[in-house]
């Protein structure tokens, strides 16, 4: 009984850590309003552990959409994959 008990409790620590990550996260995020950033937090915390996930993919994808963003300021402009893959080559070193 002690050992189901102590097993819960972890759980539910572990969920809050996630969710307090999580919606510290989104309060630091510059792209989205006030009132988005209140929505987002109020899922993470209406459905402990997934809404948390799913947030967290959301912040994630818009992060790698505004890295992307900033090496092109042109989307339509063509890139020279020789040097794109010599980028790659390069990063381990």
């Not at 994959?81 to 070193?93: E, I, V, Y």
């Amino acid at each position: 009984m002690l050992i189901k008990t102590v097993g819960l409790c972890v759980f539910i620590v572990a969920l809050a850590i996630l969710n307090a990550t999580v919606s510290i996260l989104v309060a630091k995020d510059e792209y989205y309003e006030k009132w988005q950033k209140a929505a987002q937090v109020a899922i993470v915390w209406l459905l402990p552990g997934a809404g948390a996930i799913f947030v967290g993919i959301l912040i994630r994808q818009q992060a790698t959409f505004q890295r992307n963003q900033s090496l092109h300021s042109d989307p339509f402009e063509p890139v020279d994959l020789t040097t794109a893959f010599q980028d790659l080559t390069t990063l381990g070193d």
